[in-house]
């Protein structure tokens, strides 16, 4: 079986895909990654092969102006419709310009699969043009599906540049990783999956000795690209700063600049692993996307998220509805709130307890291995 992944140009949605990608490869099938070139040196250090299609593409020219919370002139609702416009108007752009290659790719290949990821629009339009399943991989919560009857018009333009109808972007199956109990419901055919961190090259290292509790601080990667600062990192920082616990905060090299003067509290560690980070933990602060979620799931400790764009207050409000997690909304975010938070999320076992039921239902889900008689089924009709 020859099966085609795409993935937008971020390692956030790419990484989910590779324990798939790895399982697929170990059954003796044949996968390729067409992805832009920025995303090569991540496809190629998870073993994988890319398929360079099209060119890099700035996006900033979507966001120019765009406010990370409502502005004193604008409402709550207007400004996640102008949020959900200029995401969909960047993810259809670049599709609209790598579509083409993509497409080209699969049919000179003669590709039986197509596995995207959700905003991967150009391997879904590719399985439609050449008739082959096209199965969705999630790597969170269901954002997409929750949020398809507010994208609909905005995608059907993508749909009729190639000439095709009204597609569901939903695909012909979804692969789910994240907990059942945690996931919106949806009318759709889905295979749960185990979800296995992977955060790029890994190093071992074993736990510190630290008589305090350890709380991981991360703010992703997106906010500060974005943002170019990462002032919501160190007002919880602040906010950490009285507690008798022991914070390490996990940062990407680039980042690290953008760090002022750090407490005394605070170990600074630069692209470590958050799969090996985080059973070194007892609880972590981050910005709610699903990633991050899933990571901290896994190592079953709670997690205090303060989420602000896209998929991450939808993420949030499920983690805390199940137990193992509080929120505080980005707009209010205090130092103050952090401190009385973080504490409370440390000092109620019933946080630690709810995280340690996701890890076990997490585990219990069949492994990536497990998929393949139904995709080779799938690919067979």
């Known amino acids: 079986m020859r099966v085609l992944m795409t993935s937008w140009a971020a390692a956030s949605h790419f990484r989910p895909l590779v324990p798939l990608a790895w399982a697929l490869l170990a059954a003796g099938h044949e996968v390729r990654l067409a992805c832009q070139p920025s995303l090569v040196p991540d496809v190629t250090a998870a073993g994988l092969h890319p398929v360079v299609t099209g060119g890099d593409i700035d996006v900033s020219g979507y966001w120019r102006g765009a406010d990370v919370t409502p502005g004193e002139s604008t409402g709550q609702k207007d400004h996640e419709q102008d949020r959900t416009v200029r995401a969909l108007r960047m993810f259809t752009g670049v599709a609209a310009e790598t579509t083409g290659e993509v497409v080209a790719f699969a049919r000179e290949w003669g590709c039986d699969l197509v596995v995207y990821e959700p905003r991967a629009y150009a391997g879904l339009i590719a399985a439609e043009l050449l008739g082959v399943p096209a199965v969705r991989h999630l790597f969170g919560v269901d954002f997409t599906y929750w949020r398809h009857g507010r994208e609909h018009e905005l995608l059907s333009p993508l749909w009729a540049r190639f000439g ?36 790029g090259r890994e190093i071992v290292s074993d736990r510190p000795a630290d008589e305090r509790p350890r709380v991981c601080v991360t703010w992703g990667t997106t906010f500060a690209r974005s943002a170019g600062h990462l002032q919501p990192l160190m007002t919880v920082l602040d906010g950490l700063r009285a507690l008798p616990v022991t914070v390490v905060v996990a940062v990407s090299a680039e980042q690290r600049s953008l760090l002022g003067e750090v407490p005394a509290n605070v170990r600074v560690v630069e692209s470590t692993p958050l799969s090996l980070l985080l059973p070194t933990c007892d609880a972590i602060v981050h910005q709610g996307g699903p990633g991050t979620a899933l990571a901290a799931i896994n190592s079953g400790i709670p997690q205090l998220l303060i989420p602000s764009i896209g998929d991450q207050p939808l993420c949030a409000e499920q983690v805390a509805a199940a137990g193992a997690g509080r929120v505080i909304p980005f707009g209010a975010l205090t130092a103050g709130r952090v401190r009385k938070e973080a504490a409370a999320l440390l000092g109620e076992a019933l946080h630690t307890e709810a995280a340690e039921r996701l890890r076990h239902e997490a585990r219990t889900q069949p492994a990536p291995a497990a998929l393949m008689d139904a995709l080779r089924e799938l690919a067979g009709r």
């Open 164 to 199: 095709l109808g009204d597609v569901d972007p939903h695909g012909t199956l979804t692969v789910d990783p994240f907990p059942p109990s945690l996931q919106i419901r949806r009318p759709l055919r889905a295979l749960p999956v185990r979800p296995i961190s992977y955060n």
